[in-house]
Each structure stands twice: as structure tokens, then as C-alpha cells.
């Protein structure tokens, strides 16, 4: 089973940009929906944007939308969270997750099969 590990978390300032990493091991990632998550403090986890396996469609949370994209490389086996104009209320524990099932990108959590485990992106103002 793949498994997921997330990278490029940090502390960045308000407005700034910054380029989440997911790569998968042991498998390869391209039969897979992925998905990224995140779960800000006292919050429950939320979808933020998800790619299908061909990379042709995103799905993506109103609260980011025209400011986050998402990539696939799975000649690689990684995929990208760019995130720009960050706001405060971005900062948050990202999750990387991939869905082995399904050919659309769904947004609740019980699709995805196999998740990182995670990591910390806060945005400072």
C-alpha cells in the first residue's frame, strides 16, 4: 500500500507563497485520486483541493479558490500544493491523502484510503 509523506510546511508571513510536497513510496501514485486536507487548531479536518488521476480536473474549497493550486508529477510519484496569498486563517496542519477507488475527486474524508501524516504550515500577520 502507498504510503504518503508530506513536506515544505513552515512559517511563512501574511501573503506570502509556499509549495507543499507529497510523495508516495513503495507504489506509484498515477491509479490514485489525491487529495490535500488540512485541520486548523480546535477545527475539524477540511478538503482543501483534490486532482484526479489523469490531472486533468481539480476540485477546490471556496476558501482557497484563486489562491491555491495543486499538480501532479507521478513520473515522480509527488504531488504539489502551491499556496499563495496566504492569510492567517490558512495556517493549519496539512494532510496529504490519495483515494484508490474513485475516478472524481470527492471531498469527504472517508474516501480517501491512505493519508500522511501531515504538516504544519502557519501564517504569521
Known amino acids: 500500500q502507498v504510503r504518503l509523506v508530506e513536506s515544505g510546511g513552515g512559517l511563512v508571513q501574511v501573503g506570502d507563497s509556499l509549495r507543499l510536497s507529497c510523495t508516495a513510496s513503495?507504489?506509484?501514485?498515477?491509479?490514485?485520486?489525491m487529495g490535500w486536507f488540512r485541520q486548523a487548531p480546535g477545527k475539524e479536518r477540511e478538503f482543501v483541493i483534490g486532482?484526479?488521476?489523469?490531472?486533468?480536473?481539480?476540485n477546490i474549497a471556496e476558501s482557497v479558490k484563486g489562491r491555491f493550486t495543486m499538480s501532479r508529477d507521478d513520473a515522480n510519484n509527488t504531488v504539489y500544493l502551491q499556496m499563495n496569498s496566504l492569510k492567517p486563517e490558512d495556517t493549519a496542519v496539512y494532510f496529504c491523502?490519495?483515494?484508490?477507488?474513485?475516478?472524481?475527486?470527492?471531498?469527504?474524508?472517508?474516501?480517501?484510503?491512505?493519508w500522511g501524516q501531515g504538516t504544519q504550515v502557519t501564517v504569521s500577520s
Open positions: 513503495e507504489s506509484t501514485i498515477s491509479n490514485y485520486v
Open positions: 486532482i484526479t488521476r489523469s490531472g486533468s480536473r481539480t
Open positions: 491523502a490519495a483515494d484508490r477507488d474513485n475516478f472524481f475527486v470527492f471531498t469527504r474524508e472517508k474516501e480517501y484510503d491512505v
